[in-house]
């Protein structure tokens, strides 16, 4: 796990523990990384401005000030699913982890009579989706276009011949149910759309894109929207 995805993951954690928090211990153990480094991410979180308060002693541990938390959602119970039918079709989309986390932490200030009616309503829609693209190949992605860095894959094109490229990403699409990035190729000079399936290996380098615009990919067909 990236640490960036780290440090999200931490803060949504100490979040659900509420007003109880959690021991830097548990949270190690949770990530598998070292006490010294989870205090260093909590040091890195509050220095971003998240409030974030500790209790030294027994019992004691971090956790999220009050006003960190979500005020009560009102949804109803279908709309609730429908934010759950949505985001679990759609595992393979960019940012996919992240949108499952945005609709976890609306579940949870659902109020309990609401939640329990999703819940069961939900165990009446089934989702039977294609394994998702390898999780480290989407967080870089993810990242490059986020960050707006230049990305560095090996990609298998149609015909089997692979290729390493480094592109600078201009947007997500989808189209026949398949995502595709597409960006500018500094291997072709030109902008180019690449399967995201046939990715096999992505790294994000320290290289910022030169400003290719959306307009450069050419008009969407009348059927496509932004999301």
């Not at 960019?94 to 949870?108: E, F, N, S």
């Not at 000079?189 to 050419?218: K, M, N, Y």
Request: charged content about 25%; glycine content about 6%.
């Amino acid at each position: 796990m990236k640490r960036a995805e780290r440090l999200h993951a931490l803060s949504e954690m100490l979040r659900r523990a509420g007003s109880r928090g959690c021991t830097a211990e548990r949270l190690a153990a949770e990530f598998s990384v070292s006490v010294r480094t989870v205090k260093r991410d909590l040091s890195a979180l509050e220095n971003s401005g998240m409030p974030i308060w500790s209790r030294p002693g027994p019992g004691g541990g971090y956790g999220l000030a009050a006003r960190a938390s979500l005020p009560p959602v009102s949804l109803s119970p279908a709309q609730a699913v429908a934010l759950l039918a949505a985001v679990s079709a759609a595992s393979d989309a960019p940012y996919a982890d992240l949108a499952c986390a945005g609709v976890q932490k609306v579940l949870d200030v659902l109020d309990p009579k609401t939640r329990t009616k999703a819940h069961e309503l939900a165990s009446r829609i089934w989702v039977d989706t294609p394994s998702p693209t390898v999780r480290a190949v989407r967080s870089a992605l993810e990242e490059a276009m986020a960050e707006q860095r230049v990305v560095r894959i090996r990609y298998t094109s149609r015909e089997d011949s692979e290729t390493t490229r480094d592109i600078e990403p201009i947007m997500f699409a989808s189209t026949n149910d398949r995502w595709y990035l597409i960006g500018w190729c500094r291997l072709r000079s030109d902008i180019r759309w690449f399967l995201v399936a046939r990715i096999e290996h992505a790294s994000v380098t320290t290289i910022p894109c030169s400003g290719h615009s959306i307009q450069e990919v050419g008009t969407p067909p009348a059927t496509a929207k932004s999301v």
